[in-house]
């Protein structure tokens, strides 16, 4: 049985969470976890239909740094006032 969207995007946001601080995550890096985590479960639309909707919703936001990636929002430090 097929993954569902929600399942596939709360997969991608912990994989995101444990590596904030870590490692920056490409959207290819978490396509080709979900196929290793989920096998023929998932495909590549779901994949980009998870990342669209962590991105959308403000949970993931995406950053440039010679490349694209994909990580938590910043928080910025006059925001802690």
Known sequence: MAKS???????????????????KLKAMDL???MV???GPEVDKQTCKDAI???INSGR????????????????????ND
């Open 31 to 33: 396509n080709k976890s």
């Open 60 to 79: 993931c936001v995406y950053t440039y740094f010679g490349g694209s990636y994909i990580e938590l929002p910043h928080r910025e430090a006059a925001a």
């Open 5 to 23: 969207v929600d399942e596939v995007a709360e997969a991608m946001f912990n994989l995101v969470k444990d590596a904030a601080g870590l490692k």
């Open 52 to 54: 669209k909707k962590l």
């Open 36 to 38: 290793e985590m989920f």
